[in-house]
């Protein structure tokens, strides 16, 4: 049996239109993209991905949670019980009941433990809003580049410290490879199977996540780009840390995306993928 990896859509943002494309940085575009009216935004999905390995499963990205959105609507008050007011203006978070990563898992009879690892991309509030409901996953991995500067500098307006610093997590290094625009990687398994590839510039401590099985490969770009159009256009999102980074980024996805080995190129908030499973 292949690999499979089944995409989840786990919440959604409601944020504003202009920041799928824009290019920018996070510092000076909060204001603006916090503030924007209701018609100047756009709802994009929130997924989550879980890996089917011959070895066990393993889970990138968590999603928003219940605690966001309890009854299943947009609930400001609710939201900024959870994340600073600002984050809330940002992204008008709401998860559908029945669609968290918990409850999704729960219908397919997965309970967190049975989760060989989580491995967090990044550690804004759409990828990690939901890891607390997974702390009794075997390992949860987050790359020691994004931990640390999570605390730091421009990310304190962005990550929210609380919704992860309370769960028990392994701080990976990025050890040199041929792999990613800047040749650094995770090997999470030891066998090059599940990489989790650093690609900076959305933030710099992002990891993508290549999933090889035998010669084909599916990318899991996790917000370097929110939909093909970007790394076709080398067109930055809204809301990054470093444009010229970003841009790099975008380049090796758009190579890699044209590489016949790869089936697949999937982003975190692109409205048109919807929940399936890819078999590699």
């Known amino acids: 049996m292949g690999t499979k990896i089944h995409v989840l859509h786990c919440g959604y943002i409601k944020i504003a239109k202009y920041l799928t494309d824009s290019g920018g940085r996070f510092t000076a575009d909060i204001v603006k993209a916090a503030t924007a009216p209701d018609k100047g935004r756009i709802t994009l999905p929130v997924s ?11 889970l990138v990205d ?37 669609m968290t990563v918990i409850e999704q898992l729960g219908a397919r009879g997965i309970k967190p ?19 607390r409901s997974l702390e009794k996953a075997q390992r949860i991995i987050i790359p020691e580049d994004e931990a640390y500067w999570s605390v730091r500098t421009k990310y304190r307006m962005r990550q929210a410290r609380k919704l992860w610093e309370t769960t028990d997590y392994e701080r990976l290094f990025y050890r040199g490879c041929q792999l990613g625009p800047m040749n650094r990687a995770i090997d999470v398994i030891g066998d090059e199977s599940i990489m989790m590839v650093n690609l900076p510039g959305h933030t710099d401590g992002q990891a993508g996540v290549l999933v090889r099985d035998g010669n084909r490969s599916v990318l899991i770009a996790a917000d370097a780009a929110f939909s093909p159009y970007n790394w076709k256009n080398i067109c930055p999102v809204g809301l990054g840390a470093d444009t010229a980074l970003q841009k790099k980024t975008l380049k090796w996805i758009s190579e890699t995306a044209a590489d016949p080995t790869c089936i697949q190129v999937l982003c975190s908030h692109d409205p048109d993928v919807q929940p399936q499973t890819i078999e590699i």
């Open 62 to 98: 968590t999603g928003l949670s219940r605690e966001i959105s309890p009854g299943g609507e947009y609930n400001r008050k609710a939201v900024e019980n959870v994340l600073p007011k600002h984050l809330a203006a940002l992204y008008h978070p709401f998860v559908p009941l029945g």
């Open 48 to 58: 989550t991905y879980l890996i089917e390995h011959n070895t066990g499963l393993y």
């Open 113 to 131: 433990e049975d989760i060989k690892a989580v491995l967090i991309t990044h550690l804004d509030a759409d990828h990690a809003a939901g890891l």
